[in-house]
């Protein structure tokens, strides 16, 4: 019987589980997986919530059924897909399921692997950018050259995935200059920004050296437009130090009262538009802007305007999902993709696995873990 993992909430360990290949429903694609993408979300989401869940929601690989509303999609065609975070058969796993609209043909040219560094972090910086910043999108691009003013983003964390993505889309888009915040993997920040400032400086020499830039490009000593791919661990704080009080837009990915060092006292200026960009309206507000992009962006790697994130792949297929959710949980990846080749898995026993590469005998499916820190209303606290 097909296989799927069930992370524990505490990130010590998952439970490789049988399961039964899923039933689409009338809008579902029921998807063999042979590559699955890592996203820092898959061990916070299962570790915050104190959930333990298939946490998996990047895929790419060969349709095996669709629903009866389904026609854009047949069986064996080669797609990549954004499972619907936190409900049952995410990606992690020999079969998953997304709906119809989340799923997109992979053009020849790009591998599954590839494709699978992209649903979520894309989807995420599209969302950021094109909805809630209301930047120009790539399909409407500026040109300063002919006389339209220059459109100036910072994006902190920019050789994250999803920022990495924001400054691809902001590039595409026109928009000028591009500021990126980055550490370790400042060589790849060079590669997606105008200008790159290192954080690991102090906070202080970061606003200092923003400011230079701003001033430098004639644009004054205010960022108008921000997108804090980070959010935690002092960016909320140091973004707040040069947005520009009067009219500026920030997008966060994670909420400021949930994030901030005093997440209680924490507050934007009157004058400062903020927004916590969450990807799963895609799911449910924003299905139309998921289907629109979900194309797109097969488009965009079709034509070689946009290429994946760099990755990585952790061997032993599903063996491997336990590493590299640690990996990331201890900060081991920098500019760096985490992705299965499922095909890798082999022959496995049903079980616990616990760190280090332990087996244990014994069940645990979509439900309660054991953690004390608990955002139960993530991403959307009220």
């Known amino acids: 019987m097909p296989k799927q993992v069930i992370v524990q909430s505490s990130i010590e360990a998952v439970d490789i589980i049988d399961t039964p290949i899923p ?15 890592t996203n820092p979300k898959d ?12 946490s998996g929601d990047d895929m790419a690989g060969i349709v095996h059924s669709v629903g009866n509303e389904v026609y854009e999609f047949k069986p064996g065609d080669r797609v990549a897909a954004f499972h619907e975070c936190l409900t049952e058969n995410g990606s992690f796993a020999e079969y998953s399921v ?15 692997e590839e494709a699978a560094t992209i649903p979520t972090a894309a989807l995420t910086a599209a969302i950021a950018l094109h909805v809630d910043m209301k930047l120009p999108a790539p399909f409407y691009p500026r040109n300063p050259v002919e006389g339209e003013p220059r459109i100036p983003i910072l994006i902190y964390g920019i050789t994250s995935a999803v920022g990495a993505f924001a400054a ?5 888009s026109g928009l000028s200059p591009i500021i990126g915040v980055a550490g370790r993997a400042g060589d790849f920040a060079k590669t997606l920004a105008d200008h790159v400032v290192d954080y690991r400086d102090g906070e202080d020499a970061l606003v200092a050296s923003v400011e230079e830039i701003l001033e430098k490009e004639g644009l004054g000593n205010k960022v108008p437009n921000v997108f804090d791919a980070i959010s935690e661990n002092g960016s909320l704080e140091a973004t707040l130090r040069f947005i520009d ?13 949930l994030f901030a060092k005093d ?8 004058g400062v538009t903020a927004i916590n960009s969450a990807v799963p309206r ?3 507000t924003h299905k139309d802007f998921g289907y629109l992009w979900s194309r797109y962006l097969g488009r965009l790697l079709e034509d070689g305007r946009l290429k994946s994130h760099p990755y990585e792949v952790i061997p032993g297929g599903l063996k491997g999902i336990l590493t590299g959710l640690r990996n990331l949980k201890e900060g081991k990846a920098s500019a760096v993709k985490y992705v299965y080749k499922i095909e890798e898995t082999g022959d496995i026993t049903s079980g616990l696995q616990m760190a280090g590469g332990k087996s244990l005998g014994g069940p645990a499916g979509f439900g309660a873990g054991h953690n004390s820190r608990k955002f139960k209303d993530f991403p959307f606290p009220g």
């Open 263 to 270: 997440g209680a006292n924490f507050k934007y200026p009157d």
């Open 168 to 172: 691809k889309f902001a590039w595409l």
């Open 245 to 257: 009080q009067n009219g500026g837009t920030i997008s966060t990915l994670l909420p400021p009262k």
């Open 282 to 284: 895609v799911f449910s």
């Open 98 to 112: 997304a709906p119809d609209w989340m799923t997109f043909h992979i053009p020849h040219n790009v591998s599954f």
């Open 43 to 54: 061990w916070k989401y299962p570790f915050w919530k104190d959930m333990s869940f298939n």
């Open 23 to 37: 039933t689409p429903r009338d809008k579902d694609v029921v998807i063999k997986v042979m590559a699955s993408g």
